[in-house]
């Protein structure tokens, strides 16, 4: 049993600085959780088993299901607690950014009992199947098709850009039940990734990496207990799910990377005071590091109010092309700041920090597309937020 945690915001703090300072790993401190499929090491092992067993990977998450129980000013306290040490959140992935939150909401209390727990402590890893070849931005357009067989289903057709699915135990994913149907005929199903009929194929990226999948399945099977929700009613929790996946997006501290004032003291130096010599990367870097601390209270702010609402609004959409902004200015001016240092791609003149802000400022160009390009994002806002009147049906 964990010691109770205290209502009172002071003595919280304490609290939670004490447990970070016994159970954080020191020489983690200020980098980035391992990327899919990378062999952890001792340090990030014990991290990640510490965070897990606590519940504060997902802090807010119920204590009933491996959650933490924490209150939203809880979790903000313990974050500025993380962060003051330079500890990262060990617990990650597709199903603390999107599909823990919609099962909380859509799922029976046997689907909690069986996912959420093992999504607390990250022994599962779940990927998404929800695009196809001829159904991104028009989602609802999907043809991967699933058949009634009594007690399960029976899956075959082909997904894309799936993140992580070469490393997934699990998928949730779309499927179209009713042919007769556009929206009405989809079913969100899940099914476990270690059975015949699923073809894999990772998709080469610039960044060297290939977080990006396509999936073919051929007879694939997902028992009716995996049905989410009612049968035909999938389209209603994806739009949920991917508001939480676009409010992840946008409120997750993955977009601060490399921590850039250090990253300017080692490349470029300081002067006589100790301040960073260039006066002009000075200013951007406080520009920068002002925009993603009020995009950081922004989101926070979101949260809490969602909790009094229905959940994520389309105000997901505006956070979501913000977080992609900030993201992507950051790794450039981190390039920006290695110089010639950050020309590298491969080989041994480089260090493993250099090599990986460049693949990860080759990858982050992504985030404008992935979890709903900047485009639709802004018709969403346009319609749904400013009440525009929708082009494509004028």
Known sequence: MSDPVSNEPSLFRDQARDWINTHFPSRLAWTVPAAAGVALTEDQLSWRAAMGAKGWGVPTWPAAYGGGGLSEAQAAILAQELAQVGAY????????????PTLLEYGT?????????????????????????????DLASLQCKAEDKGDHFVISGQKIWT?????????????????????????????????????????????????????????????????????NAGWTIAKRLLQFERSSISGRDAFVGAHLPQLARDYVGSDETGRLADHDLRTRIIRLEMQAHALKLTAARSRLEATGNEGPSATTSIMKNVGSSVMQMRAELALEILGNRGLG??????????????????????????????????????????????????
């Open 89 to 100: 959140n060990p617990i990650g992935g597709m199903g603390i950014m999107m599909f823990g």
């Open 109 to 137: 209390e046997a689907q909690k009992l069986e996912h959420i727990p093992r999504i607390a402590k990250a022994e599962v890893q779940w990927c998404q199947g929800f695009s196809e070849p001829g159904a991104g931005s």
């Open 163 to 231: 993140s992580g699915a070469q490393y997934a135990d699990w998928c949730f994913c779309l499927v179209r039940t009713d042919t007769s149907k556009k929206h009405e005929g989809i079913s969100f199903v899940l099914f476990p990734m270690d059975q015949p009929g699923i073809d894999v194929r990772p998709i080469s990226l610039i960044a060297g990496n290939s977080p990006f999948c396509e999936m073919f399945f051929t007879d694939v099977k997902a028992a009716k207990k995996d049905l989410v929700g009612p049968l």
């Open 345 to 394: 791609w491969n080989g041994d003149g480089f260090t493993s920090t250099e090599l990986g802000l460049v693949r990860g400022w080759l990858g982050g160009k992504a985030a404008s597309i992935y979890g709903g390009s900047q485009e639709i994002q802004s018709n969403i806002v346009s319609k749904r937020i400013l009440g525009l009147p929708d082009p494509a049906r004028a």
